[in-house]
């Protein structure tokens, strides 16, 4: 079987993609994902060199915006839809950076999951 060469990747110009932000109490995730769902760029706080508690913070998630935006201004981007998702406290600093940084914010969605009454409950605790 002959050795099949990998192509190269190339640099895509897109002009509107989607960032999914999972923002937890410990850290802040970006994933920026074309309309379709290909992931172009991904980016989180630990990337960014925090450690421990401060991957949490708002300073971190405005941090992981910041960066997001100069890379996808290289890509030729000019609107994000945003879904946020998770209860944490870099939800809405990542919002602001991208909006800082001179991208259109189109959309901003809320996906996080919320049970409808779906798993039972551990039984009461006895002390």
Known sequence: MAYKKKSKKTR?????????????????MVTVTTLDGDVLMSGSAGRLGFKGSRKGTPFAASQIGTNLAREMSS?????????????GSGRDSVVRSLQASGLNISVLRDVTPLPHNGCRPPKKRRV
Not at 12 to 28: C, E, I, L, P
Not at 75 to 87: D, S, Y
């Open 12 to 28: 895509r110009q897109v002009d509107s993609v989607v960032a999914h932000v999972k923002s937890s109490f410990n850290n802040t």
């Open 75 to 87: 890509l030729g981007v000019k609107n994000v839809e945003v879904n946020l998702q998770g209860p």
